[in-house]
């Protein structure tokens, strides 16, 4: 009976210990539950942004092609990335792996598996090319790419993180649900 | 007894959509007034997951916040992009190709919308001369049938024993089977059996095929317009399919000829015929007589039944009153005529009051040279019309024979029997079969098959392994018409293109391509030589009609008869002769007359095991997922049938069970059955669905007779229920002490003569104090206006919104349970008696109300009123209370009771979902949805506008419903721009809204329907009172 019972207090207790976690690291941010701000998973090639636009100052649309007209932005197709490494296939004056890895999938038809960064659920419907449009930056949702080795999901892209922005009268954006989900 | 009740039990509603309704029935009352059928969460959740739902949320609220405890979801998507990127591809982004669609004979312009590469939806194309932006229900289930599980993948030899009784298969190359095929055909002795070809490139192609190997080709079709090309043969001496120029008809008589349902081009005949709709001066009439009520009689202005073996006479009727009592033509004298006539003396009699004859007779003397005389199925009758026509001086005027007549409708069940004899006899040992599937829809299957049997190899080129396809030795996939060249010529100089719009999907090869390469490997003639059907394709409108092949690519079509469609001709000779094909012949009228008509939603069958074609409700019955015997309310009564009763069907020495409807306006001494159904190896979806009543028909002097057959019928003990999908969402919903629901305003009709008086008349404008100002728009506000005088009850509108919005097919258990999910339906009410009514067609979706019921019941506002006047559904918002469509008065919310993917797996089935649009979310269970109104396009147009720093252009946004609709029935637009040719319509006074004494105040506005007739049926009331209480004495039918 005994051993029950302290087993039941310290269960309890290590619930109500939990829970108490569990509410300080939502209110304070610390963990956001459903969205995967942070998120920077690993990709099949380690492509660096921070080389390409940070260091060699690509414009973001020179790749992303679509989004100022889509809806996507877009992930290149490996023909874009071939219009530069056609030629290019050192980094540092020595043979890339990464760089043959791109090759080799462009010329043997092997479209490359890369990882969602940026998530948004499915009964969202986001576009692109109105924000462009309005004069946002890339960056502005994004954040600073242009030094991310590996890109991770900047903002947490929650309904509250649009909608902010939505409300500001300066923005002329409209709030009613149907603006992004139908 | 109430005194509600009592007063109600008197009087009938003056528009009722079912018997139920007209008998005040009480299960009727029960099923209108709850929203839903019994909850399904015990009955069918145990077989969905093993968990009851209710018992599974309490555990899950537990669970709920342990599991949620600290885990960041990251569910790991992938992105791929291209290698090399298309360049006309842009992602999120569709293109739109110009391409041609063929079902039976007709023919339609479209434009296939792709995403990323996959077709995903089709809508008419608008300069196209013979559809326009009008299409059928069928013409848009064909991209579902790109993506027909059941499509063979790849080229296969059956492994037949002697009796080709052994259907294993093994896959062979198209190398080896050319080769065997080739060898084969060497010996000689071939056929080519096929549909009506309306492509020249094929036809081209065939024609040199069967030059280069000796093959005899056979023309046959699974729905036959013989008896109307061989009329025209006996009469003109040429064997053509005339088009119908109802454009030009001012008065038009359909004796048993469904021109709107399935006859000839219904999609060009109804929208040629509602150019004639606009109520005033001018407007044009249509008078039918009929046995069924098909989709042409319920758009009658006036109406009258017959038997079927009674349609020569009628029209015998007519040109007695004309020639001889009228003495209107130079064949008054003419002796032969007289004798034919006067052997049909009883008959005629027998067929219609005299008065009648009189009446249409002087109507059609009236309206000479701008009328219009249509026969039935039959040779006789079509020669009597052709007759008519005749003497009416409209052959060349609104029958166009010469100019651009159809080109298609050219099979003929003597050239399939002459086939089975030369197979039989063996002067055939090589058959090669073109997409036909005999082995199903020949009314002499049986002789079919086993003929087929003997002979030495058959090869079926088809998309799916069907009935025939079984007993054949290759079996060697098609191209699905999306993803392969070719040309169509529906009617003559109308030359369209047919342009792939994605890569084929399987190891298939065009009917085309397949004949060029057996050629080549056997060396047959010119073929051989020749390169594929795309520069046949690309030949043609190059060099031989001149044009730039780009630019055809890009209109999709190249008209050369623009001028020539809108000309007259001189009237071809008729050969009185002809008449004595028509002569009576004293065969007695059965008790009882069967008529096999194809079903406006399978047809031929041969889109059968697409599911949006299986759930589509047929427009007058409303009943989908199964072909029913239609009986008339007096013969249900006097032979005792209810509804769903299992009946024999007895035509000589063969029979079917099928269950029974009892069908509104039916000729009492009629019954009718569906052909397209009782499919056996379709697929998944259509196979046993419905019985197959082809072999009912009755083949006599080598034609086939599917109307006017004596039959037998035997109710059985046993029921069936049936999916009707008119039982539900009843408008007219509850009794209520004092307000008598059942005699709400939603349809309204007025004569023309009322009309003329009054552009209102018998509209009952609502005076309504509101207590608040409403909301105010200060952008667009959309709305929408329904033209129920334009509307013809087609139902395509309801499969373009299926194809567009993703909406989900359920089955037949579920809409006999009234859960179909259908964002528009189309309801069809009848007005009268139920021995002859008049049916009015009213597309109901939602009605985007200003003061919207729903919006102010739903707990989580998940439904809301957005600031350009739509009501906004959120589906992730939405928690599944169902108050909101508790609350709609017009019923048109639906609910996801189920994971329908799950519940019905053969209706989903891969590769289906690659037809979803990426632009519309995929609800799942536990949402409501409803019409948006497109949003999607909505949203695209004004990002478009956005983009371009403009407004909307007035038309920018066409709603799928829209966009389908043959007659332009539908308009949407911008409520807040006067320009806009909403505003300009809406200030008509025909328009009223649904039920708008409820201060909703839609934002569909629909226009009264207007019937060029002396009296409304809903007028004449004496007739009906005496009607009903005889109903009443017998105890009616009930189930």
Redesign the interface.
């Known amino acids: 009976m005994a051993a029950k019972k302290i087993i039941g207090a310290v269960l309890g207790l290590g619930i109500t210990f ?2 108490c976690v ?1 509410v300080y ?1 939502i209110t304070n941010n610390k ?4 969205y ?1 701000q942070n ?1 920077e ?1 690993t990709q099949p090639i380690p492509y660096s942004h921070a080389l390409h636009a940070g260091k060699l100052g690509l414009n973001c649309k020179y790749c992303h092609t ?1 989004a ?5 932005a ?7 990335c071939m219009n530069c490494h056609l030629t290019v296939r050192q980094v540092n004056g020595k043979d890339s792996p990464y760089i043959a890895q791109l090759v080799d ?2 010329m043997n ?8 960064v940026n ?1 948004l ?5 986001f ?1 692109h ?2 924000h462009i ?1 309005a004069g946002k930056q890339c960056q502005e949702c994004h954040g600073p790419v242009e030094t991310m080795d590996r890109v991770k999901q900047y903002q947490s892209f929650s309904m509250g993180y649009c909608v902010n922005c939505h409300r500001r009268p300066e923005n002329n954006a ?1 709030t ?3 603006t992004c ?2 | 007894m109430t005194t509600t009740e009592n007063s109600l039990k008197n009087k009938s509603p003056k528009y009722w959509l079912s018997l139920e309704q007209w008998r005040q029935d009480p299960d009727f009352q029960r099923l209108a007034e709850q929203e839903f059928s019994n909850s399904p969460l015990r009955e069918d959740s145990g077989s969905e997951g093993g968990w009851a739902r209710r018992e599974f949320l309490k555990l899950m609220g537990a669970s709920m ?1 342990l599991a ?18 298309p360049k006309e591809i ?4 569709a293109n739109y190709y110009a391409s041609s669609f063929v079902d039976g004979g007709e023919t339609f312009g479209v434009v296939v919308t792709t995403r990323e590469g996959r077709p995903i939806h089709v809508t008419g194309n608008s300069s196209h001369p013979i559809n326009g932006s009008g299409l059928s229900a069928r013409a848009h289930a064909h991209v579902l049938s790109l993506y027909d599980p059941a499509r063979l993948t790849g080229p296969t030899k059956n492994l037949q024993n002697e009796k080709k009784t052994n259907h294993d298969t093994v896959e062979v190359t198209y190398e080896k089977a050319d080769q065997e095929i080739a060898d084969q055909i060497r010996k000689g002795k071939v056929a080519i059996l096929t549909g009506s070809i309306v492509s020249p490139t094929d036809a081209e192609i065939v024609a040199d095929f069967a030059k280069g190997t000796g093959a005899h080709v056979y023309t046959w079709d699974a729905i036959s317009h013989e008896h109307y090309v061989d009329a025209q043969e006996h009469c003109y001496g040429q064997a053509v399919a005339p088009r119908l120029a109802l454009e030009k008809a001012k008065l038009v008589l359909a004796v048993n000829c469904d021109f709107m349902g399935t006859w000839l081009q219904p999609t060009q005949q109804m929208r040629d015929f509602s150019k004639g709709r606009k109520p005033g001066d001018g407007m044009n009439r249509l008078i039918v007589i009929e046995s069924l009520l098909t989709l042409t009689g319920s758009n009658a202005d006036t109406r009258y039944r017959i038997r079927p073996t009674q349609s020569t006479a009628v029209l015998m009727g007519l040109i007695q009153e004309l020639l001889v009592n009228k003495k209107t033509s130079s064949y008054a004298g003419d002796t032969s005529v007289h004798a034919i006539l006067k052997n049909y003396e009883n008959e005629i009699k027998a067929a219609l009051p005299e008065a009648a004859y009189a009446k249409i007779a002087e109507e059609l003397l009236a309206h000479k040279g701008q009328s219009l005389v249509l026969g039935g199925n039959d040779v006789s009758s079509q020669i009597a019309a052709n007759f008519l026509n005749s003497i009416l001086g409209n052959d060349g005027v609104t029958v166009d024979s010469r100019r651009s007549p159809n080109m298609g409708f050219q099979g003929k069940n003597r050239n399939l029997q002459a086939l089975i004899d030369g197979l039989n006899k063996g002067e055939i040992k090589t058959v090669i079969i073109n997409n036909v599937n005999p082995a199903y829809a020949a009314a002499d299957k049986t002789g079919f098959v086993e003929a087929l049997r003997k002979a030495e190899m058959a090869i079926y080129v088809g998309r799916c392994k069907n009935e025939t396809g079984k007993y054949c030795d290759f079996v060697l996939p098609d191209h699905h018409p999306m993803e392969g060249w070719g040309d169509v010529e529906g009617q003559k100089g109308v030359f369209s293109v047919r342009q792939p719009t994605i890569e084929p999907l399987y190891n298939s090869r065009s009917f085309g391509d397949t004949l060029i390469a057996v050629a080549k490997v056997g060396n047959f003639g010119a073929l051989a030589k020749a390169d594929s059907v795309y520069t046949f394709v690309k030949n043609r409108f190059e060099t031989k009609l001149h044009t730039n092949w780009t630019h055809a690519l890009q209109e999709g079509v190249v008209d050369t008869v623009t001028a020539a469609r809108a000309a007259n001709d001189s009237a071809r000779p008729f050969r009185v002769a002809a008449l004595q094909m028509a002569a009576h012949k004293a065969t007695p009228h059965a008790d009882l007359e069967l008529v096999l008509y194809p079903s406006i939603g399978l047809r031929d069958g041969s889109m059968a095991n697409v599911p949006w074609l299986q759930e589509f409700p047929d427009p007058i019955t409303k009943i989908c997922w199964d072909n029913t015997l239609i009986v008339s309310p007096k013969l249900a009564q006097d032979r005792k049938i209810c509804e769903g009763q299992m009946v024999r069907v007895k035509v000589g020495d063969k029979s079917v069970t099928v269950p029974a409807h009892i069908q509104p306006g039916l000729h009492d001494s009629t019954i009718g059955l569906a052909l397209g159904y009782g499919r056996t190896d379709a697929g998944q979806v259509a196979n046993n669905v419905g019985v197959n009543a082809v072999h009912l028909s009755v083949v006599r002097d080598g034609g086939v007779e599917t109307s006017g057959l004596p039959v037998m019928i035997e109710p059985t003990k046993s029921y069936e229920t049936l999916a009707n999908t008119q039982v539900y969402s009843a408008m007219s919903g509850k009794t209520r002490e004092g307000i008598d629901m059942g005699h709400r305003q939603i349809v309204v009709e007025a004569t023309l003569e009322q009309y003329k008086k009054d552009p209102s008349a018998n509209i009952e404008r609502e005076k309504i104090v509101s207590a608040w100002s409403g909301f105010s728009y200060t952008g667009y506000k959309w709305g929408m206006s329904v033209d129920l005088n334009l509307c013809t009850g087609c139902s395509a509108c309801v499969i373009a919104c299926q194809s567009e919005n993703n909406i989900a097919t359920v089955g037949k258990k579920y809409v006999s349970q009234g859960r179909e999910m259908f964002w528009v339906r189309v309801d069809r009410y009848y007005v009268g008696t139920p021995d002859e009514p008049d049916a009015v067609h009213i597309p109901v979706m939602c009605q985007h109300c200003d003061n919207a019921p729903c919006e102010t019941v739903c707990p989580v506002a998940a439904t ?1 009123h ?2 350009e006047g ?1 009501n ?1 559904m ?4 939405c928690v599944g209370t169902r108050y909101c469509s508790n609350n709609c008065p017009y019923k048109v919310r639906r609910f996801n009771w189920f994971n329908y993917p799950r519940m019905t797996p053969e209706l989903h089935a891969s590769p289906m979902h690659m037809q979803l649009n990426p ?4 609800r799942e269970r536990g949402v409501m949805e409803k019409c ?1 109104f497109c ?2 396009r909505i ?1 695209q147009a004004k ?1 478009q506008a ?2 371009e720093d403009r407004k909307v252009h007035d038309g920018e946004i066409q709603t799928a419903c829209q966009s389908s609709c043959p007659t332009n029935a539908i308009v949407f637009g911008d409520l807040n721009d006067p320009k806009s040719k909403l505003s300009q319509m809406l200030a008509e006074p025909r328009y009223y809204g649904l039920l708008e004494e409820l201060n909703t105040r839609p934002a569909v506005q629909y226009a009264s329907k207007i019937r060029n007739t002396d009296v409304l049926k809903s007028e004449e009331s004496p007739h009906k009172e005496k009607h009903h209480e005889k109903h009443e004495e017998k105890g009616g039918h009930h189930v």
């Open positions: 939990g829970f569990f690291a963990v956001v539950i459903g995967n998120y998973p679509t100022e007209i889509s809806r996507h877009s992930v290149p197709p490996l023909n874009v999938a462009y038809d092997k479209p490359v598996q890369w990882q969602k998530l659920p499915d009964h969202v419907k576009n090319a109105p449009k409209p009613n649900c149907s989900h139908y | 916040a949620s405890f600290g885990c960041v979801r990251r569910p790991a998507q992938a992105i791929v992009p291209y290698v090399k990127r842009v992602e999120g982004i809301v957005s600031p739509t906004d959120i589906y992730n918002r632009e519309v979310t995929v948006t949003t999607q949203h990002n956005k983009l």
